[in-house]
């Protein structure tokens, strides 16, 4: 059995020992140009990023949080139908096409599975949980239509308030403060865990 790794983890076990080398170079080949656009999207706007940013984004948190590449499965000879693509092709039908709205599920799903209950991520297959998704969905996107000033924010939000002794309950309270110098700090904690800005410019 003989395995092949490249650029991310990526590793292959070829069945056949006799696999000619031209097919092992046409297969890096096509990866290492996949990978080559895993740096677009931290000088990309989000409203042009594409689903291969959006894996590359993830992939950039994964290493960040567990200090290691995250492994690909290598399963298919051409990227845009491997395993990794077909995740997030799925979890876009799962939620939505708008890809800043997944970037949010995606820290979402960092900060309050994997850091707040040290969730390992064996596989990709976890960001497509149907359980994990209906709960995104209803704490961060159905909500959203009726948010006004007198709203609580969520206790996980709450907890970041308190650290700085605000006196910030609601939704209001936070649109009154956002632009105050006195609580950039804590709105840039807000923000890196989750918090959507664009939430306090609907608050009426």
């Not at 567990?66 to 995740?87: A, D, I, L, Q, W």
């Not at 994997?114 to 969730?119: D, E, F, G, I, Y």
């Amino acid at each position: 059995m003989k395995t092949v790794y490249i650029e991310y983890g990526i590793k292959k076990e070829m069945k056949n020992k006799s696999m000619e080398t031209q097919q092992e170079n046409e297969i890096s080949s096509a990866y290492t140009k996949f990978f080559a656009k895993f740096k677009n999207h931290e000088t990309l706007d989000i409203s042009k990023w594409s689903l291969i940013d959006l894996l590359a984004y993830f992939c950039k948190r994964y290493e960040k949080h567990y200090g290691v590449k995250y492994t690909f499965r290598f399963n298919n000879n051409v990227p845009s139908k491997s395993y990794e693509m077909y995740r997030m092709k799925s979890l876009a039908q799962m939620i939505t096409s708008d890809v800043a709205v997944l970037k949010d599920y995606i820290d979402w799903l960092f900060e309050t599975e994997v850091v707040a209950r040290k969730k390992r991520i064996t596989a990709l297959g976890f960001i497509t949980n149907v359980e994990l998704v209906n709960k995104y969905k209803f704490l961060k996107l159905i909500p959203n239509a009726s948010i006004d000033r007198t709203t609580l924010l969520p206790a996980n939000y709450l907890a970041i308030v308190k650290q700085y002794t605000a006196p910030i309950n609601n939704y209001g309270d936070l649109a009154f403060v956002k632009d105050n110098e006195d609580y950039k700090e804590m709105m840039e904690k807000l923000v890196e865990a989750g918090f959507d800005m664009k939430i306090l410019e609907k608050v009426k």
